[in-house]
């Protein structure tokens, strides 16, 4: 069966605290996703056998090794279907290159990766009727958020465990940029 991990790059405390207050003036009526869990998901793996967590431990040490820390804020928002997220501003073409060179060698591996082009967001809501009135003007104002910036430092390695309430994240390695 394997293991689900998930590279990522997590906002700051400020930010987090930032975006869940900007969050709860706004009506998603959706599956909130906890401000703990929000994360910018760089590269997704699916049935990892455990055998080969070490190579992909080497693979985001490696990558976080090739791109200098950045800046980043949480701006915007929007919804694939009835996922809500919040995009990412600031210093985005190092957090774009930093997603390239660890899918570049995660695939390079062997391993199977989303051949979707990289389109960094936050989810912060699922189950989301975006098409409601409320829920629309409340996505509307979400999408004008621009939130504190924070220095990205590090990238952590995610075990994901899918259970009742929601996924488990289990942090299992981090790797600091270069």
Do not use: K
């Amino acid at each position: 069966m394997g293991v689900r991990l998930f590279a990522a790059v997590y906002p700051s405390e400020a930010a987090r605290t930032d975006l869940a207050a900007t969050l709860s003036r706004r009506s998603l009526a959706g599956r909130s996703v906890r401000p703990a869990q929000w994360h910018l998901t760089l590269a997704f793996l699916d049935g990892v056998p455990d055998g080969r967590l070490p190579e992909v431990r080497a693979a985001v040490t490696q990558a976080a090794a090739e791109v200098p820390a950045f800046t980043l804020r949480l701006v915007g928002a929007g919804a694939f279907g009835s996922v809500v997220w919040v995009g990412a501003g600031g210093d985005t073409e190092p957090l774009g290159r930093l997603a390239e060179e660890l899918r570049g060698r995660l695939a390079g591996a062997g391993f199977a990766i989303d051949p979707r082009p990289f389109r960094a967001h936050l989810t912060v809501a699922r189950g989301v009727h975006t098409r409601r009135p409320e829920v629309a003007a409340g996505l509307a104002a979400l999408a004008n958020h621009d939130g504190p910036p924070w220095t990205v430092r590090q990238v952590v390695l995610v075990r994901s465990t899918l259970g009742p309430g929601g996924a488990r994240h289990e942090p299992v390695a981090t790797a600091e940029l270069a």
